[in-house]
């Protein structure tokens, strides 16, 4: 069983800037597509990045291309989400999300999730 849980979140101002962490414990992080997915109030998940489990292959919500960059450390079983030049639609809880072999940009393909970070953008 993987387990997930999520940092940074917190209130900021559009145009400002944020970077959310992930920990993974209890699985093989090495093996595992990692992605964060979010969800604004009243609206389904959506799909914001995801980063292959060697890192070498990345993939963005148009919503966020240019904005937000995930990445990865494998030795410490870590994913990250930097978040630039925010927008008050960027408001919603943040979740990370895992499955073992490729990452996919589907919300609903992933098996283990965190509890979630909320991101609130001011006007």
């Known amino acids: 069983q993987v387990q997930l849980v999520e940092s940074g979140g917190g209130l900021v101002q559009a145009g400002g800037s944020l970077r959310l962490s992930c920990a993974a414990s209890?699985?093989?992080?090495?093996?595992?597509?990692m992605s964060w997915v979010r969800q604004a109030p009243g609206k389904e998940r959506e799909f914001v990045a995801g980063i292959s489990w060697r890192g070498d292959s990345t993939y963005y919500a148009d919503s966020v291309k240019g904005r937000f960059t995930i990445s990865r450390d494998n030795a410490k079983s870590a994913v990250y989400l930097q978040m630039n030049s925010l927008k008050p639609e960027d408001t919603a809880v943040y979740y990370c999300?895992?499955?073992?072999?490729?990452?996919?940009?589907?919300?609903?393909?992933?098996?283990?999730w965190g509890q979630g970070t909320q991101v609130t953008v001011s006007s």
């Open positions: 999300a895992s499955r073992y072999g490729f990452a996919t940009m589907s919300a609903t393909s992933y098996d283990y």
């Open positions: 209890g699985g093989v992080f090495s093996r595992l597509g």
